[in-house]
């Protein structure tokens, strides 16, 4: 199925299997591996990526639905060279071991941020409720989207 | 005169911190080759069969299949996944591609493809016909008269003993005396990357294997061996980890995927799915533990009797080892006159048993801390009186091994914890006030600093000194994403005073680095780390060495600060190490390069007391954990932050083990949690604040007196939040996870 | 190879409906679907993927009666003002679905149509009395029950070739209070094993009507009519949130009867009663 479609402000139109999953056509099709797979079913929020402004599980979209939309994945932050001020302060509060949940929590942060972007404590952590991790027990995590919440 | 530390103390984030940030990380899973094949493995959907017949021809004639192996094609030799070092002697008793399976997730077959979405195809073509067997999903059926054997040999793989006085005895006389019943049950590491690898090979007849593992080693000795090939043809390159915690310590995936490569002469990457990540390669392993003391009324404890049953899944892998170190580890935190431990090691219907986080220390300190409090209880004795009267003291003997415990703390950890959490003030509040009942609970655990007293345990290192001054620390460690290059970064800048930034350090490739025993053991810090820092204060010595020789003074007249060698004195008169590696090389015609071989002297506890505060609805059986402090006995915070960290992590890991996580099967042998949407992870809004206390009262032989974390981090968890539990609801709940159902069946 | 019709408009969706056979799969959210693909290998023939229908998404209230199109995602659904003040409880409901992220794909037509006994959105639409409209190939719509359209667990009357468009519920009286709760294994991001959604008005201090529907304990959610007859009428008091809570538990006790979650599940329910009598009526003394 063709399919017109724009991640990280780059336009494609591709002949794509409707039938794969969205972070299959990253990681596969357009190489983008920053995108991760955990779960595969929609509860660990690796693949989390930014679909017209609203975080979503990659791996739950069909390919068929992106057709038309904007998505924006984690190498879609950086600018000129430069780090999302998110991606800078999860760097500096030590938010980031192993890096795995890294993709999916930075993203989920980053639509929460969008739309909220005072969030209190309860606002943060319901943001990224649906991103696990499992090294370090989410305080660092919640110490950098604070950082980065006020600082804007 | 002390010297105030540069780098040692200090928080840093991750070596690769920025890199991870940007998404541009790499880890196995992400790696393609030009004429890569893709592998897939076909589990058995039944918990114990012969396999009658298996039929591949639907799935062959697929296009885009290339090979499918299955028992009939593959080395009925057999294997054990946990073999790590040479010489080491292991019962093998596993297969790559069985005849006969013995759980729900045994490996049936292997299918090599052009794509994925073809071998996933061609799984569902595969037919099979089983001649089903009876299923033994608990060990108390496993060791039934009539249980049907798991392997040859009977069901019970061992029996082991550790015994120090004459604990059954004095018990069996003894007046005031306790008994418990305690269970912990089998659990899934829940690393965010699931198991993966990628094998490239190249022809005519070699390999290298890209795998997230704990010993590169240990992978290249397995796959040689058993592929029959020479460990120097074999190449394993450690690559970033996705996390760990003991999961990826086995050799499995690298395998069947080396295998693999051989057989079609292809590259290979092999990608478990979360399921096959839950059930087919290891699990932290479920207990059984009646345990029995004998006290006097002052509540000194003077002989405990333990008997365990480890539930060691399907295969040996290495269950009577950690039935061994789980015992062991009763020795170490609580100083017991006469303790004996006794452990059976029994097969059953379910997933294979491995390495997890502690190794048997959260387990048995779970046991040990539900009967203390339960002692305590019974006695009138609060909880922190009871457990001082029988803590390990600084420097105490541990009674099994006849080693020193160095440097214990845990009494501090106890009395300085409690009031940085408020414990008295948090009692108080304990019990039910209407529908909610709070809790306080606590718990002491230890742990170990490496190998030492038990196998080799050593690491060597080379580090190099560059043109400009810049350091390459070439070891064979494995970063677990929890640091450890980074904390090599700070010991080596810290000895050299050079800039952090003027240091790299390479993981564990086995054709590049030299030997190292392994992420395993809690040896890293304590071992590794000390290593690197003997290797650095070697390479320093080389330097005034070089200096000796161009200021033509001897090297006690000089002195190294930022990157320089300057003479006492005249501290002008100065070079810096860039240009005496290049006259090194020119002038002198002479590498400055060091090599070190360190093995462990010691194996002193680390400790932890761990307070949790709950709050249960009575209704509804949630429990929340709403305060949590964890008092670590560290030695010293090589990276504060990182430490910080660790512990958090531990904790989130060790709650979900006391209240949410298990892998269960029905009594069919069919397994009940698949992926996260039935094994649920305690996520941000169900995880407290934890408040960490750092104490450093160094004093062993540690790099700059540093004691391992990462696996003592969950140790104390479980026995902390269970304790709150049954705090709050006056009840002696033992078997983990204390689930809504179990807590409203005690209540009710 | 499934074959996948992506129509865009209701003349599209039309002729996708008549393309589909028994063994096609409609797309919503995906958040089902792509799911249970990939574990059980199921291969439609045909996927129809409606997420890019114009004109399923609307939530709009005509003449009092509260219309919702059936590509509302659950976040919509959460943070639309006109159903907060209407149907506070199908707000609340498609707020507690999974994630964020699910409820960002998530439709209520697919969380109806997928049919689970603990699908958190069908309790308040069975609560509610809530009508799906459904359109066949030909484009013919019809109007059934929700409480009808579900049969038995993941199962609903919907032949292969009609689709839920819109659903429907009357929601003409301001007086109506109304609240979701729901308890799973944790407290954020979980399965419900128990759901209740509660509907009262209240005048002066009397029940002049409540209606309540519980899920997760049956094959589906249903409405507790005898609860509702035994306090209509009534005028709470401290005792009522009690009384509730034990009327609740009797009807969770009928209703899954000799089942292994029924120990656990008599219990909780009446902390969830307990709770969502107080949310939704107001007791008279403090």
Not at chain 2, 424 to 444: F, N, V
Not at chain 2, 601 to 607: E, F, W
Not at chain 2, 721 to 729: C, F, I, K, P, R
Request: a neutral charge; aromatic letters at 6%; one cysteine or more.
């Amino acid at each position: 199925m063709k399919l017109n479609f724009v991640v990280n402000t780059k336009k494609y139109n591709l002949d794509i299997n409707p039938a794969l999953r969205l972070l299959d056509v990253l990681r596969d099709h357009l190489n983008m591996t920053g995108t991760k797979e955990g779960c595969g079913e929609g509860e660990c929020g690796a693949c989390t990526v930014i679909m017209n402004g609203k975080a979503v599980n990659s791996c739950l979209v069909m390919a068929s639905q992106i057709n038309g939309k904007e998505i924006q994945t984690i190498e879609g932050l950086r600018k000129n060279g430069e780090m999302d001020l998110l991606q800078e302060k999860f760097v500096e509060h030590g938010a980031i071991q192993c890096g795995f949940c890294t993709s999916g929590m930075i993203m989920s942060s980053k639509a929460l941020l969008t739309e909220n972007p005072s969030p209190d404590d309860e606002a943060i952590k319901q943001g990224i409720e649906g991103n696990l991790c499992r090294c370090s027990g989410y305080v660092q995590i919640l110490n950098a989207v604070k950082d980065a919440s006020s600082a804007k | 005169m002390i010297k105030k530390n540069r780098y040692i103390g200090r928080t840093y984030p991750i070596q690769d911190a920025v890199t991870k940030a940007c998404g541009e990380q790499i880890y196995a899973g992400d790696m393609k080759s030009p004429r890569m094949l893709y592998a897939k493995i076909l589990f058995s959907t039944v918990a114990h069969a012969h396999i009658r017949s298996i039929d591949t021809s639907k799935a062959e004639k697929l296009e885009g299949v290339v090979k499918i192996f299955t028992h009939a094609n593959s080395p009925a030799k057999k294997f054990n996944s946990y073999h790590f070092f040479a010489g080491q002697e292991l019962k093998e008793d596993e297969r790559l591609f069985t005849d006969k399976v013995r759980f729900v997730g045994d490996r049936v077959a292997g299918i090599v493809a052009e794509t994925e979405v073809v071998a996933e195809k061609a799984l569902k073509l595969i037919e099979i016909e089983y001649d089903e067997l009876p299923v033994a999903v608990s060990t108390t059926q496993a060791l039934h008269d009539d249980g049907e054997c798991i392997h040859e040999g009977g069901n019970l793989i061992d029996t082991k003993e550790l015994n120090v006085g004459q604990a059954t005895e004095i018990i069996a006389k003894s007046f005031l005396k306790f008994k418990d019943t305690i269970s912990t049950q089998k659990v899934h590491h829940g690393a965010m990357e699931p198991h993966v690898c990628f094998v490239r090979y190249e022809m005519p007849d070699e390999m290298s294997i890209y795998t997230p593992c704990q010993s590169a080693f240990a992978v290249r000795n397995v796959v040689a061996q058993f592929l029959g090939m020479n460990y120097c043809s074999l190449r394993v390159v450690k690559t970033t980890m996705g996390g760990s915690f003991g999961g990826k310590q086995h050799v499995i995936l690298e395998l069947i995927a080396a295998f693999l490569a051989k057989e079609t002469r292809s590259d290979i990457r092999l990608c478990y799915s979360r399921t096959d990540s839950i059930l087919s390669t290891i699990t932290g392993t479920a207990m059984e533990m009646e345990m029995e003391s004998a006290v006097d009324e002052n509540g000194k404890i003077f002989a405990t009797q333990v008997n365990a049953i480890v539930d060691a899944g399907s295969y040996l892998a290495n269950s009577v080892d950690l039935s061994i170190a789980a015992g062991k580890k009763l020795f170490r935190t609580y100083d017991i006159p006469n303790l004996s431990y006794k452990a059976k090691t029994v097969y059953t219907n379910t997933p294979t048993a491995g390495g997890f986080r502690g190794w048997g220390a959260p387990q048995i300190t779970t046991g040990f801390e539900l009967h203390v409090e339960n002692m305590a209880r019974k006695l009138g004795m609060d909880s922190i009186s009871f457990r001082l009267k029988n803590l390990v003291k600084p420097y105490d003997e541990e009674r099994l091994g006849r080693f020193s415990l160095g440097n214990a703390r845990i009494r501090e950890c106890l009395t300085l914890g409690a009031e940085a959490f408020n414990w008295s003030e948090k009692k108080k509040k304990s019990g039910k006030k209407g529908r909610y009942a709070r809790g306080a609970g606590l718990a002491c655990g230890g742990h170990v600093n490496g190998f030492y007293g038990k196998i080799q345990d050593c690491s060597s290192m080379i580090l190099k000194m560059n043109e400009d001054g810049s350091f390459i620390l070439n070891t064979g460690s494995h970063d677990q994403g929890c640091g450890t290059v980074r904390s090599f970064m700070q010991i080596v800048a810290e000895v050299l005073d050079v800039d952090i930034d003027m240091v790299k350090v390479l993981e564990a490739d086995t054709q590049r680095s030299p030997y190292d025993t392994g992420t395993f053991a809690s040896r890293v810090t304590y071992v590794s780390g000390k290593c690197a820092y003997n290797v650095s204060l070697k390479l320093r010595d080389q330097i005034l060495e070089t200096a000796a020789k161009y200021f033509n003074r001897p090297k006690t007249y000089m002195a190294i600060k930022g990157g320089r060698v300057y003479l006492k004195g005249d501290p002008e008169n100065q070079i810096g190490f860039g240009r005496l590696a290049a006259l090194s090389q020119s002038v002198y015609e002479n590498e400055i390069i060091a090599l070190e071989t360190y093995s462990n002297v010691s194996n002193p506890g680390a400790y932890a007391a761990h307070f949790a505060e709950v709050e249960v609805d009575t209704q509804t059986g949630l429990v929340r954990v709403v305060d949590y402090l964890a008092s670590h006995d560290v030695g010293k915070a090589i990276n504060r932050g990182m430490v910080e960290a660790q512990i958090q992590g531990g904790v989130q890991m060790g709650i979900g083990y006391a209240l949410t996580e298990e892998i269960k099967t029905d009594a069919a042998g069919n397994p009940k949690s698949t992926n996260f949407s039935s094994y649920h992870l305690i996520n941000a809004p169900d995880m407290p604040d934890v408040k960490t206390l750092i104490l450093e009262f160094g004093g062993d032989d540690g790099p700059f007196g540093a004691k391992s974390v990462g696996e003592l981090a969950i140790v104390p968890v479980i026995a902390a939040v269970m304790n709150a539990v049954n705090d709050a609801l006056g009840t002696h709940l033992c078997h983990a996870p204390l689930t809504p159902e179990k807590i409203i069946a005690a209540i009710h | 190879m499934s074959n996948v019709i992506r129509p865009e408009t209701m003349d599209e969706l039309r002729s996708a409906l008549d393309r589909t056979t028994p063994f096609s799969k409609f797309l919503a959210g995906g958040t089902d679907l792509v799911v249970a693909m990939r574990q059980s290998g199921l291969e439609p023939d045909t996927i129809v993927d409606l997420s890019g229908v114009s004109g399923l998404k609307f939530i709009e209230r005509d003449n009092g009666m509260m219309r919702i199109g059936a590509l509302v995602t659950f976040s919509e659904l959460e943070k639309n003002e006109i159903l907060r003040k209407h149907a506070f409880c199908l707000a609340k409901a498609a707020s507690q679905v999974g994630s964020v992220q699910i409820r960002n794909m998530g439709t209520l037509g697919g969380n109806v149509a997928h049919a689970s006994p603990a699908g958190d959105c069908i309790t308040p639409l069975v609560m509610l009395g809530a009508t799906a409209v459904i359109m066949d190939k030909n484009g013919d719509c019809s109007e059934k029950k929700v409480s009808d359209l579900i049969l038995s667990p993941n199962k609903t009357s919907l032949t292969h070739d009609a689709v839920i468009i819109e659903f429907r519920f009357e929601a003409n009286d301001a007086a109506y209070r109304s609240d979701f709760i729901k308890v799973g294994s944790r407290s954020t991001v979980t399965i419900s094993k128990i759901n209740i959604a509660l509907a009262c008005k209240m005048e002066q201090n009397l029940v002049v009507d409540i209606k309540v529907a519980l899920g997760a304990v049956g094959i589906k959610p249903f409405r507790d009519y005898e609860t509702e007859h035994a306090f209509k009428g009534m005028v709470p008091n401290d005792n009522s949130a009690g009384l509730f809570a034990s009327a609740i538990r009797k009807r969770v006790e009928a209703s899954i009867p000799g089942r292994s979650s029924l120990a656990y599940k008599r219990h909780a329910v009446e902390g969830l009663a307990f709770d969502i009598f107080h949310s939704v009526l107001r007791p008279i003394s403090g």
